[in-house]
C-alpha cells in the first residue's frame, strides 16, 4: 500500500490512445487478470466467463451534451463544460476563459441564453441559466458531445452513437462509463441467456472523472460529488445471487464506486445521493466480486481504484503487459476482467 502519487505512473507511447471506437462494439480485446496469469481474450467471450448464478450490473446514466462555447460581454471567449445539472437552470461547470468570470459575472451562450456565476468552489462554478427553459432539453440543442481531452478530434456523428452505452436510459453524465461502451444488444442477450440476472444502478460520470491528482500524498485528492442511485431492485438481484452462490460482476469503476457507496453504513441498501467515495489501496470491498474496465489513465483516481481491487503488483504486470501487447488504451480502448486481490475483501 502506498500514498505516493508518484507510484501511479506509468509511460504510455501515443499511438495506444484509442482515437475511435472498434468497427463494432464486441471486437475488443479484453484481457483477463486473474491470481496467477493474464489471459488474452476478445471481448465477445465474456459470457464464457460468467455462471448462470452471478448477477451482471451495469450504469445506464446517458451523457448529455455538456460543451458550451460562449463569450463574456466584453467578447473575450469562454468555454464551458457542464459538470452536474442540479436543478432545471442552475448546474456546476468548469469554466475556461483567460480570465474567467468571478462570482456575479455573466457568460452570452448561443440561442440568446445567458449564465452568470453565483458561486465558486474550487475548480468548479455554480451557474444559473437564463432564457434556456429546462437546462438538459437546451443542451441537447445547443451542447456538444464532451469527447475526453485525450481524444485528440473534434466529436462527430460516429461518437453520439458510440459514446453512449446500449443501455444508456438516465441523462446526467458528462462522461460516458466507458466498460460498458463493449456491449451490444446481442452480447447482453447471450449473458442473460445464460441465466446470469442483469440490473442496473445509474452514477452522473463528473468532469472530475479527468482531474488530475496533484497531492504528492493521495490521501489529500478531494472527489468531486457524484450523483448515483442504487435501486432496490438491484439490492434485491444482488441478495438472491449472493444466496445461490453467484458472483458480483461490476461493469465499470462507476458502477462499483455506485456499490460501494451505497455499503458503506457495511450492508448494501438502495440509495439515491451523492457519492465523494475515493477508492484507494487499502479500501476494503464489500460488495463487488469481480470488476470488468478499461484501461485508465498514469496518476489518476481510476488507477488508484483498479490498483485497490487487484492488487498493485499484479495491475502493474498487467498494464505493462498490455503496452507490450499493444492494447488500445482509455475511452474507446480495450477492456480488462479483473478478479479481486483477496487480501482488499471486506
Request: proline residues 6%; contains cysteine.
Amino acid at each position: 500500500m502506498t500514498s505516493a502519487l508518484a507510484d501511479y505512473d506509468y509511460s504510455l507511447p501515443d499511438e495506444l490512445i484509442a482515437q475511435v471506437p472498434c468497427a463494432s462494439r464486441s471486437d475488443s480485446r479484453l484481457l483477463h487478470v486473474e491470481a496467477g496469469r493474464l489471459v488474452d481474450r476478445r471481448f465477445r467471450d465474456l459470457p464464457d466467463l460468467i455462471e448462470r448464478d452471478d448477477v451482471v450490473v451495469v450504469n445506464d446514466t446517458r451523457v448529455v451534451r455538456a460543451r458550451l462555447a460562449g463569450r463574456k460581454p466584453s467578447g473575450g471567449r469562454v468555454e464551458l463544460l457542464i459538470e452536474r445539472v442540479v436543478g432545471e437552470t442552475e448546474a456546476w461547470a468548469l469554466v475556461r476563459a483567460s480570465h474567467p468570470p468571478r462570482e456575479g459575472g455573466a457568460i452570452e451562450l448561443p440561442g440568446g441564453a445567458r449564465a452568470t456565476v453565483v458561486r465558486r468552489d474550487g475548480a468548479l462554478s455554480l451557474l444559473a441559466f437564463t432564457d434556456t427553459g429546462p437546462l438538459p432539453g437546451w443542451l441537447v440543442a445547443h451542447g456538444r458531445l464532451p469527447l475526453p481531452p485525450y481524444i485528440a478530434r473534434p466529436d462527430g456523428p460516429l461518437d453520439d452513437e458510440r459514446y453512449q452505452t446500449v443501455y444508456a436510459m438516465a441523462p446526467g453524465a458528462v462522461a460516458a462509463p466507458t466498460a460498458g461502451l463493449h456491449f451490444d444488444t446481442a452480447l447482453l442477450a447471450e449473458i442473460e441467456a445464460r441465466g446470469a440476472s442483469l440490473v442496473r444502478v445509474t452514477l452522473h460520470v463528473g468532469a472530475g472523472t479527468f482531474r488530475p491528482v496533484r497531492d504528492d500524498d493521495i490521501a489529500g485528492h478531494r472527489m468531486h460529488a457524484e450523483r448515483y442511485t442504487v435501486p432496490e431492485s438491484t439490492v434485491t438481484a444482488i441478495a438472491a445471487a449472493r444466496s445461490r452462490g453467484g458472483r458480483v460482476l461490476a461493469v465499470g469503476t462507476t458502477t462499483l464506486r455506485a456499490l460501494e457507496s451505497a455499503a458503506t453504513g457495511g450492508t448494501l441498501v438502495p440509495t439515491d445521493g451523492e457519492t465523494e467515495l475515493f477508492i484507494r489501496p487499502g479500501y476494503r470491498f464489500r460488495v463487488v466480486d469481480r470488476l470488468l474496465t478499461n484501461f485508465h489513465l498514469p496518476r489518476s483516481t481510476l488507477l488508484m481504484l483498479v490498483y485497490a481491487y487487484g492488487g498493485t503488483e499484479r495491475l502493474r504486470r498487467a498494464y505493462a503487459h498490455a503496452i507490450a501487447d499493444r492494447y488500445r488504451f482509455f475511452s474507446y480502448g480495450d477492456a480488462m476482467l479483473l478478479e479481486p486481490d483477496t487480501s482488499a475483501r471486506g
